[in-house]
């Protein structure tokens, strides 16, 4: 980069692109995959949808969103969701990390362990699903089984909206836990050694170098594996479809399999696509949200 | 629309690939003349068309009756694609309405012929493919309820290719242990739900119930409302009013739905989430007395030992109960329609008078499991001996659906009629509402439809 | 953290432990793949039972389970490359490169994620439609990009922003270029984490199903679809010992993927130390 030298204006031209450089491949994808799709939900949210050619029909302005919004089913859906995240998101995030950290023992092993410690997030989630159902089920079910020799009665895992709810929550924290684990050990890995040779020779306790130093340290990779975990929750609808349908009732209908019953199983795409402009909103919003929380968490930290 | 774009870009990718793709595109073009709908095909230039269908059959179709076709038509190769069930009205729908649709033939389940009649992409068979219609294919042979369903507006858009109906499942060895006479055709309502206690009971000597009366599709599905409108029917009422209006919130109808949900107390424990496989499961493993199901399992669930506990001899299959008009049922057919963009609709419509033919109807029901539409088959010596009682069954449940309209509505909304069942339905059987206020939620959102 | 002996065994037992636990439904799943069709589900549940082999040759032949494979193996590898190598370099870029209004685009591209993908089905069948690219891998690698890179950016946005920045600026004074740092300081110092989100990567492009659903049919169909077809056999019951074979040797392959490039995690990790 000697030849920059000459040509002040052009090298800092070539400067920049090379910065924007950075940022571009994966802008470009994006635009180009997503653009399209995009326009095409927001303009069918205002129109009414043709089904037999699935182009927009007639501008109806604000009548889907009218609909969705006074539809009573749509905020239970959310409310559903927002239970499900509530207890789902902490307890992945806590048990992970843990979990991380007991699976980052120094012996032979360990490295076989992390490898099978992935599979739930391999298994299809319409298998997961299944196979869960199968063990819980209060009538063939394993646990039903279990609790049975030593004398408790079956629980309806399905038919009961709060059991169902853990159920869910249950499966969702099996399936994504893994996925926690894979990253926090990474970042356990990344951190720099001599700090804590430093620490060690100081003297401190573990339980202070987790305080004043593993937490502090890993707060970046907590804060974006809770960002991008929130994001692949407030999307699950896979395995809700496979265990309940949705059910019992509409005990864990969350809104994205409503969306998708919605669309596909209701043929109402226009509705459908004013729900996922909706959703997009109160998702940017509280990712927003999210993401300055956890900047003033980094700066708090370093 | 919003795409100029794609368009753009589908013609320089149209000039770089040049005569290559109109070279390999012109045999196909050139055998599509019109007046002879592309012909059957020849030994040199065989004719290929696409079938989509739904995934559970479409493999079987391919291995077995693809080839039991091509002995009759060698010149016509069939690829046959499964889609899953969730996806196939979509896809359908998108690739009929497509320019180049990739499809020439689509197998579309009962309720969808209006949907896709509504892309004017569907041949009309009695008359467009009037022509190619094989002088022996006897149309007035169906019978009326199976080829009612691929029928809009007066117009016969496709063929029955595979039919099911909803069925009484019933296992001897529960009925004879608690004393009952086993289900007959006339079995009513009533006498189902005085017996129904005293099916719960102990076979293994354990001391607590360990077999339920009945089993069936409770939790939250589509098909569920089907099992509680065929109540609904067998007592005389209907879904919707010649106007199309909701007109099961009635008095009557409300009894019909308690009846259902009350059979969740003769259920075993987690029936309430209970769909398809799992009530399957649990009559199949001989823990209940009966279940409401599709005639298509009775192979799974009494001959098959590979997938059944039961024996042959200990399972029988009737029409639902009788309610105050007669017994019940519902239609559950698989119609094949040949689309009006396909260069070669000869070949796809012979593909499909063979499926519907004597021939291909009793290749299917003894291959495939499915089972035949025609009142000849149906009469005729069964293909398995098995299928003698199903056959006879079967022909009932025919008359019985004819007469009392037992099909999901027929409209071009009416995937979103079946949702709003679906949604309402489901929390009556889970208690979340009681049958009154479920009905009329449903009826409400039904008539803001607009149908 | 080197504690006493007996804690350390008491860690090395409990993660053993839970995986043990995380493993059990798996281990269920294996069990079944080996019943017959009748003794899934039966009650009490069999834990002995005559083993058969039905489910992974009759079954895993008739459903073209290799072909589609081979296409689970495409779409998963190379749409987890092409996130991988897009997904970091913008990750990068936000984390360390001073940009005005990047900060907004990388938001916006992490936001891209909060549209449900019900909604990008429908519209991207209709654009490959138009682009006569239905049915193919490319389409599915495209599609599964737009979920994969904003994940990538934004996990190694996290690891990159861990880093001590005095990494660059010693390689700057070397006379290094932006794009040279980032190769070869700031990407094997950071391997770890790449390891990690590339599996993640490739592990979510592997299980989708929505997408594969809708953009192919036939060519390029993934074993998710697979799968959803023998779920959906409503002949005559749903064949779970089926279900449960083709879910046993979808695994497999990624299991062996991880312990494989396990062995960079660790590489990553030395190297890091020796450089840092």
Known sequence: MTIGMKRPTRARLADTAGRWGFLTPAFLILAAVLAYPILYTIEISFSEIDIATFMPGEFVGWDNYETVLTDERFWYALRVTLIYLVFALPLQLLLGFVIAWLVNAEWRGRGVVRALFIIPMVVAPVVAGGIWKMMLDPLWGLTTYLLGLVGLPALDWFGDPVLAMGAIV?????????FVVLIATAGLLSLPRDVFEAAEIDGANWWTTLWRITIPLLVPVIAATFVVRWLGAVKMFDIALAATAGGPGRATNVINLFIYQEAFRGMKFAESAAMCVVVLVITTLLTGLFL??????????Q | MTGKHPNAIRLTRRAALGAAAAAVLAPRARAAGPEDGGGLGTAEKPISIRVMTNDAFSKIWQTTLVPEFNKKFPN????????????????????????????????????????????????????????????GFDWADFNPAPLAASEWKGVQYGVPVRSNMLLMFYNRTHYRKAGLPEPTPKLTWAEFMAQAPKLVQDLKGEGKPNAWAIDTYFGRDQLTPTIWQAILNANGGKLLDANNKAAFNTKDGVATLQTFVDLLKYAPPGAKNHLFNDSLQSFRQGQVAAMFMWGSVYRGTAIDPATTTLKPDEVGAQVMPVGSALPGTHRGIWSGVVSRKSPTPRAAWAFLQWMSSKEGEAASSSLTGGFPA??????????????APVFATLQMAYDVAEKGQMWRPRLVKSDSVQQVLADEVARATSGEIDAAAALANAANRIDKLRL | MRGSRLGHRLRVGGGVFVCALFLFPVFWMVLTSFKAPRDAFTRPPKLFFTPTLESYTAYLTFADVPGRMLNTVIVAAGAGLVSIVAGAMAGYALSRIRLRGAATIGAVILLSRGVPPIALAVPMFIVARQLDLLDRHITLILAYCTFLIPYVMWLMRGFFAALPRELEEAAAIDGCSRFGTFLRIIVPISLPGLIATFIFSVILAWEELLFALVLTSREAVTVPVA???????????????ALCAVGTITVIPVVIFSLAVQKWLIQGLSDGATKA
């Open chain 1, 170 to 178: 249950l499966i969702d924290t099996w399936r994504w836990t893994p």
């Open chain 2, 374 to 387: 025609r009142r000849s088959t149906l009469a005729g010596t069964p293909p398995a001996p098995w299928l």
């Open chain 1, 292 to 301: 300055r929380g956890s900047r003033v968490l980094e700066a708090r930290f």
């Open chain 3, 227 to 241: 799968v959803a077809g023998i779920a959906a056999d409503m002949t005559s019951g749903v064949n779970w010992s």
């Open chain 2, 76 to 135: 016509i190769q069939v690829t046959v694609d499964g889609v899953a069930y969730s996806e196939q009205l979509t896809k359908s729908l998108l690739d009929l309405s497509g320019a180049k649709p990739v499809y020439d033939v689509v197998i579309t389940d009962d309720p969808w012929t209006p949907q896709l009649a509504q892309t004017n992409a569907l041949l009309d068979l009695k008359k467009d493919a009037a022509a190619w219609t094989d002088p």
